[in-house]
């Protein structure tokens, strides 16, 4: 069963509006989340995080959202740019009480974003 | 400052064959995660190392093993391999526990089965 879900496998926004991409999760013992970008050949790129604590968390253009009792996230892009053209991960993590554990990520499928000029 | 580094870039197998895959993370990161990406499942854990120990495991065969040297470095070990085992692997070392610092990834080594 999929713990962390995706349910749109792409999105395509205008250049200069709002990118908002969505991720579902099962898990309430999930204690952070994060979401990574990822293009073509490359590894994915941590973008932003979120504690389960907290609501809301912004850097720069990109602002996370969660809302616990739905469990569901967020990420909003303001304003979007061709450059964030990419594949998003959401991303949560389950903390395991192993010294020193950094615990395990589990993945959504991805949305794949495109920003066209 | 270098990023995680995973060696070989690609990677072609025979079924049946076994495979070593490389990985240095970032210099002072001493946790390092292997993921494994396919088109159909996504990325899946694999496992997680720390001071040379593992710490965590995914839901994977026992053919997939790893381990860490005391340098942080991590290789990751596939033996018999089979078909389905194509994908691409990734590395993520990370600095601490507090997450906001991520997990940096590899560009990954892209492994064929044949």
């Known amino acids: 069963d999929q713990q962390v879900k995706q349910n749109s496998p792409s999105l395509s926004v205008q250049e200069g509006r709002i990118s908002i991409l969505n991720c579902d999760y099962t898990n309430s013992m999930f204690d952070y989340f994060l979401w990574y970008k990822k293009y073509p050949a490359e590894g994915p790129t941590f973008l932003i995080s979120?504690?389960?604590?907290?609501d809301k968390n912004e850097d720069g253009r990109f602002t996370v959202f969660l809302n616990k009792s739905a469990k569901h996230l967020s990420l909003h892009i303001v304003p979007s740019q061709p450059g964030d053209s990419a594949v998003y991960f959401c991303a949560a993590r389950t903390l395991f009480p192993y010294g020193g554990s950094q615990g395990n990520l589990i993945f959504g499928k991805g949305t794949k974003l495109s920003v066209k000029p | 400052k270098a990023g995680v580094t995973q060696t070989p870039r690609y990677l072609i197998k025979t079924r049946g064959q076994q495979v070593t895959l490389s990985c240095s993370p970032i210099s002072g990161h001493r946790s390092v995660s292997w993921y494994q990406q396919t088109p159909g499942q996504g990325l899946q854990f694999l496992f997680e190392y720390f001071s040379e120990t593992q710490r965590n495991k995914g839901n994977f065969p026992g053919r997939f093993s790893g381990r860490q040297f005391s340098n942080s470095r991590s290789e990751m070990n596939v033996s018999t391999l089979e078909l389905g085992d194509s994908a691409l692997y990734l590395c993520a070392s990370s600095l601490g526990q507090d997450p906001n610092y991520g997990y940096t990834f590899g560009s990954g080594t892209r492994l064929t089965v044949v």
């Open positions: 979120i504690s389960s604590i907290k």
